[in-house]
């Protein structure tokens, strides 16, 4: 792990006052995330994976909707087969012309949902933070370095380069949750 148990607490808690969370396809390849609010107070977020290719695992915990529903969103017409496969599983796949984070949060917000927790890596991330579709953001950070080319990222490739084009915060706050920093 990279954040402490108190912090992974904390996310929990977060997904449990969420309607949907959003996590993209490396995410269910790398870590096979459940997505639940385990200490939500008993809310469960619907879960939704954002795939261009659908080169998504057989088999996964997000796989099993008995207990929260799971929507796959991917390009339209990618990997068919795969899909009918999800769909026996009772995952949901909804295709879009064009993948993209704008197009999907204006899909579930016409559906109704509303509060949309953003729990994907670096790429996905930059990919949300540059369409405008992240209102809040939520950082911890571990007391831990790594590094290297092939290391986890907060946050990918923005395209920003000089400090004058840095994406600025407003209203900031911390706090401490166990060894970690929640900005």
């Given amino acids: 792990w ?29 870590d096979n995330p459940r997505l639940t609010a385990r200490n939500g107070g008993g809310h469960m977020p619907m879960r939704v994976v954002m795939s261009q290719s659908m080169d998504l695992p ?9 207990d929260v529903h799971t929507v796959v969103t ?6 068919r087969s795969f899909q009918k496969f ?23 917000y016409e559906c109704g949902y509303l509060s949309i927790l953003w729990e994907c890596g670096g790429s996905l991330a930059a990919s949300a933070i540059s369409s405008g579709v992240i209102h809040k953001v939520y950082a911890f950070l571990a007391p831990k370095i790594i ?37």
């Fill in 74 to 79: 991917t390009q339209r017409g990618a990997r």
């Fill in 86 to 108: 999800l769909a026996s599983k009772g995952v949901e796949v909804i295709e879009f012309d064009f993948l993209n984070p704008r197009d999907v949060m204006e899909y579930f």
């Fill in 147 to 183: 590094g290297g080319k092939g290391a986890p990222t907060p946050v990918g490739e923005l395209g920003m380069v000089e400090m004058t084009q840095a994406l600025r915060l407003h209203d900031v706050s911390y706090e401490q949750v166990g060894p970690d920093m929640l900005i």
């Fill in 2 to 30: 990279i954040s402490s148990k108190e912090s992974r607490c904390r996310v929990s808690e977060l997904r449990g006052r969420s309607d949907a969370v959003i996590v993209g396809g490396n995410t269910v390849r790398k």
């Fill in 58 to 66: 057989e088999v996964a915990h997000l796989w099993d909707t008995s």
